[in-house]
């Protein structure tokens, strides 16, 4: 059932391949401190923003059962990490989740175990990394502290803290973590891959809604004919409440 995001993730990760990437650099780093729920960076007391203005600003989670698209656990750089960057500039988080086979259940079970990891990046508050995450406008933002910086903080710390989270949830397997800071990344084909991906849960959420079951008429209907997985859910569902 999870293949439903199988090709967004090919085509992102096609997109990453024409570009060079690092691992950010653990070593003697300890772990970041979570600065509480109520974590706030005023414009005084930044450095700069990721994603701010009208800058690429993106984020996004996508799942998968496929050991190739996501074998370990892994943090990727693309681009400068906080301590090289001085100003404000575009920015992308994508986190590929690997779940185990047969775990995500079905029907309203299925869209809300996705959501449950989605949402992982609300909970999360790293000192000196706030993250200003509009889900209507489907922009992640952060806003990076001086002081934070001052005493190294870097993508390394905070895509620990993302992973830590993201197991929390004994369903996850491994996690592919990017970073993308390279102002010369192609960030419009990114989006439109986040969109799409969006696209399919809300997909979801619409089948199990038993919205406008008649293809004909559907919105989603070009989401349903092209992602695999979809048109089974679709009827599977349809079948369960005839």
């Known amino acids: 059932m999870m293949k439903l995001y199988d090709e967004v993730i090919k085509d992102v990760l096609s997109v990453l391949e024409t570009y060079p990437a690092r691992k950010p650099d653990l070593a003697g ?34 799942l998968t059962m496929e050991e190739t698209l996501a074998p370990e656990d892994e ?15 575009a920015y992308a988080r994508i986190a590929v989740v690997r779940v185990k086979p047969d ?36 922009r992640e933002m952060v806003r990076v502290g001086r002081g934070a910086l001052q005493k190294g903080l870097g993508f390394g ?32 084909e990114l989006e439109a891959q986040v969109k799409r991906a ?19 008429v559907c919105s989603l209907r070009q989401i349903c004919d092209e992602v695999e997985g979809m048109k089974e859910l679709h009827f599977g569902t349809k079948e369960r409440r005839t």
């Open 198 to 216: 969006e696209q399919i849960t809300k997909a979801i959420d619409h089948i199990l809604k038993n919205l406008a079951m008649d293809c004909n």
């Open 157 to 188: 710390q905070i895509g620990k803290m993302f992973l830590e989270s993201y197991h929390k949830n004994p369903d996850v397997e491994a996690v592919r973590l990017i970073f993308i800071t390279d102002p010369e990344f192609r960030y419009r």
């Open 29 to 62: 780093k300890g772990r970041w401190r979570d600065a509480g729920r109520d974590s706030l960076i005023l414009r005084s007391d930044m450095a700069y923003e990721l994603g701010g203005g009208n800058r690429p600003a993106i984020g996004s989670m996508l």
């Open 103 to 138: 775990s995500m259940g079905e029907g309203n079970a299925l869209y809300e175990a996705i959501r449950r990891i989605e949402y992982t990046k609300y909970h999360l508050f790293p000192e000196g990394f706030m993250m200003r995450i509009s889900a209507a406008s489907e």
């Open 75 to 89: 943090i990727l750089l693309y681009g400068n990490d906080l301590g090289q960057i001085h100003t404000d500039t």
